[in-house]
């Protein structure tokens, strides 16, 4: 069991530029969660994912962001048209179904947009 | 709509000096309650569920409780090394998704 693994650690983009993330959840695990986090917040949940169906999105959650779990297995996220205000950690989690609902994080990507 | 409000903020304590972390919530049947340990530019670890009053779970120097409205993580005898944020999150009723609070600070001084 080798964890949730994201790539880019660190992305550093201009605004208005489009980014993508990658999440590898633990491999048996079928849910999928992507979550943000600012400096002294906690996690804020975005979207989550049960095999390859999104379940659930926040309302606050624009349209500039866009997820997929194409297989079921990694998920990626995309943000369109960058704004300064998307700074911040992007974090994943996974879970496996009907198993004491407990998430484990990746690292995250920690998202700087000039 | 639940609610996650953890207290202090910030606490600083000497090494070996015990103390408690608190978490209370709101929440409409509470299905899970959930300690993380965050250190900087990391995610969060996993450290415990609870799932009813009265439940206790332990892992080295901590121990989390659990009550109707709160929960407490104790640290007993800190070391440098327990420095981070910890970080209480619930789940309720048919949801899957957590609500996280805002952490708490700590630091351990040697």
Redesign the interface.
């Known amino acids: 069991d080798t964890g949730v693994s994201q790539d880019p650690r660190h992305k550093i983009t201009k605004r208005g530029q489009n980014v993508t993330f990658r999440c590898d959840p633990i491999s048996e695990h079928n849910r999928l969660y992507w979550y943000r986090q600012t400096l002294g917040q906690g996690p804020e949940f975005l979207t989550y994912f049960q095999n390859e169906a999104q379940l659930e999105k926040s309302r606050l959650l624009s349209d500039r962001f866009s997820a997929e779990r194409p297989k079921g297995s990694f998920s990626t996220l995309e943000i369109q048209r960058t704004e300064q205000g998307d700074s911040a950690m992007y974090l994943c989690a996974s879970s496996l179904r009907d198993h004491s609902y407990e998430q484990y994080f990746g690292p995250g990507t920690r998202l700087t947009v000039t | 709509e639940d609610q996650?409000t953890q207290s202090p903020e910030a606490l600083r304590l000497q090494e070996g000096e015990s103390s408690s972390l608190n978490c209370s919530y709101t929440v409409s049947g509470l299905?899970?309650l959930?300690w993380?340990r965050q250190d900087p530019?990391?995610?969060?670890?996993?450290l415990f569920?609870l799932y009813s009053a009265g439940e206790e779970k332990e892992k080295e120097r901590l121990k989390a409780t659990l009550t109707k409205k709160e929960s407490f993580l104790h640290i007993t005898a800190p070391k440098p090394e327990d420095s981070a944020t910890y970080?209480c999150?619930v789940?309720s009723g048919g949801s899957?998704?957590?609500t996280?609070?805002?952490?708490t600070s700590l630091i351990v001084h040697p």
């Open positions: 996650v299905r899970g959930f993380y530019g990391k995610g969060p670890e996993f569920t970080l999150a789940l899957y998704i957590p996280f609070g805002r952490g």
